[in-house]
């Protein structure tokens, strides 16, 4: 996997964990099938990131950086599904016909997903903003509930620990 600063580490994860979990809940019920596809997910989309991640100019390269599935597969998440042999048609059963992800700095991924022809925001979090606004413990319960676990629900923990004792 390509050099990458820790905070790309924690993004990319939270994005293949996310779009893991819907192949894992959808039916792809091999382990080592969804580790292989997440690992090589997670290298696609460092090596892709590689020269398009500028934290100073968050928004700068953001459309580069948007992983998307509109009725058609998004090209890495193809790639990395090839690995394991699931074919486009499988793929598409197990994923959402619609889906947007926004892997940027500093804005804290937003997820939707687009079901019966209505937008569903999963999350989105502009670190800028939402920590002022919103009650920290119901944050984190909700996306426990939403079962976003991992790298970026101990990311968001730690920012809201740190937010809560800094004055």
């Given at each position: 996997m390509p050099e990458v600063?820790?905070?790309?580490?924690?993004?990319?994860?939270?994005?293949?964990?996310?779009?893991?979990?819907?192949?894992?809940t959808q039916g792809l019920t091999s382990?080592?099938?969804?580790?292989?596809?997440?690992?090589?997910?997670?290298?696609?989309?460092?090596?892709?990131?590689?020269?398009?991640?500028?934290?100073?100019k968050?928004?700068?390269g953001s459309g580069y950086r948007c992983i998307r599935i509109n009725h058609k597969m998004d090209p890495l998440i193809g790639q990395a599904a090839q690995r394991i042999g699931l074919s486009s048609q499988e793929l598409f059963r197990l994923l959402p016909s619609e889906?947007?992800?926004w892997v940027d700095p500093y804005e804290w991924d937003l997820f939707q997903i687009f079901k019966d022809g209505r937008k569903i925001t999963i999350i989105s979090i502009d670190k800028e903003k939402a920590f002022d606004k919103i009650q920290h413990p119901f944050m984190t319960r909700t996306l426990s509930k939403l079962q976003i676990e991992g790298n970026f629900h101990n990311l968001i923990k730690t920012i809201c620990k740190k937010k809560s004792t800094t004055p």
């Open positions: 600063p820790a905070t790309w580490e924690a993004k990319i994860a939270a994005a293949v964990s996310f779009i893991s979990k819907f192949l894992r382990e080592r099938q969804l580790q292989t596809f997440s690992q090589s997910l997670q290298e696609l989309l460092a090596e892709h990131y590689k020269h398009h991640w500028f934290p100073e968050p928004c700068k889906l947007t992800l």
